[in-house]
């Protein structure tokens, strides 16, 4: 059955539940890096298929995992902002769906643009001296040795791919932001509290600014960019999708 969700909902069921459910993850997190030094971020985390912690549940759980408390606090910040008028819009069901689909698309683009670059760093430490099974190895021991010549950062950027999980609910979070920006494009949004500007600008600055710092690759840069672009993309589709079939409500 399709409907047209009546009434607004300051605290929708799924986003209450997505709150619950990532500050929980939050509180082991820390609790088991206290009392038991053991790392839930490298065991829960997206890892890049291939490295030696990579498993096919972190395409779930990585989406709830947060690297510290102003990670968790400006992602849910956002999910209760705008997403409780995207499920009081969509129902439960559909924004759900809406929410993993997108937390899915931005890990697979971010894996996918990784994946490039990594080929990329992998054909210029073969070049510079290094073989296919020194490679292997170093990723098997998670240690390495410099060659003469040859630049550090290639070979540490080579190995952050494999070692370095990805977490947060930020794609996710992103291809809210879109949906909020489709649906209410002409809504208000305050920079810094003080500033408007419609949601529809304001997401399309937004997507710039993450297209533009993901191709640049800033050194030191640890923010997953091309992560956000994805869960923008899919939700773009996804929303095209749904309006050409007419089954946005459900």
């Known amino acids: 059955m399709q409907y047209r969700p009546g009434g607004f909902n300051l605290m929708p069921l799924v986003v209450k539940n997505l709150l619950i459910i990532n500050g929980l993850f939050f509180l082991a997190t820390v609790s088991m890096a206290g009392a038991f030094q053991l790392d839930l971020i490298k065991t829960l985390g997206l890892h890049m ?11 779930i759980s990585h ?24 499920e009081n819009l969509m129902g439960p069901k559909r924004f759900l769906t809406y ?28 070049a510079a001296g290094y073989s296919a099974e020194d490679l292997r190895q170093f990723i098997e021991t998670g240690s390495y040795r410099v060659l003469p010549g040859v630049s550090e950062r290639a ?6 791919k494999y070692f370095i999980p990805t977490v947060g609910a930020s794609g996710a979070v992103f291809g809210i932001l879109l949906a909020f920006g489709m649906f209410f494009p002409n809504s208000y949004i305050y920079l810094f509290f003080a500033i408007p500007i419609r949601a529809k600008y304001f997401v399309i600055a937004y997507g710039v600014l993450e297209l533009y710092f993901g191709v640049v690759n800033r050194p ?31």
């Open 155 to 160: 070979l540490v950027g080579y190995l952050s």
């Open 99 to 126: 929410y993993l689909i997108t937390g899915f698309g931005a890990a697979f683009l971010h894996l996918g643009v990784s994946y490039m670059e990594m080929v990329n760093l992998r054909s210029e430490l073969l």
């Open 63 to 86: 989406m709830f995992m947060h690297a510290n408390f102003s990670h968790i606090f400006f992602n849910m910040f956002a999910l209760w902002m705008f997403g409780s008028a995207i």
């Open 49 to 59: 298929p291939g490295s030696p912690d990579f498993e096919p549940y972190q395409f």
């Open 220 to 250: 030191g840069d640890n923010i997953a960019h091309f992560a956000h672009l994805g869960g923008m993309l899919f939700g773009f589709l996804l929303i095209k999708y749904w309006r050409r079939r007419g089954q946005i409500y459900y």
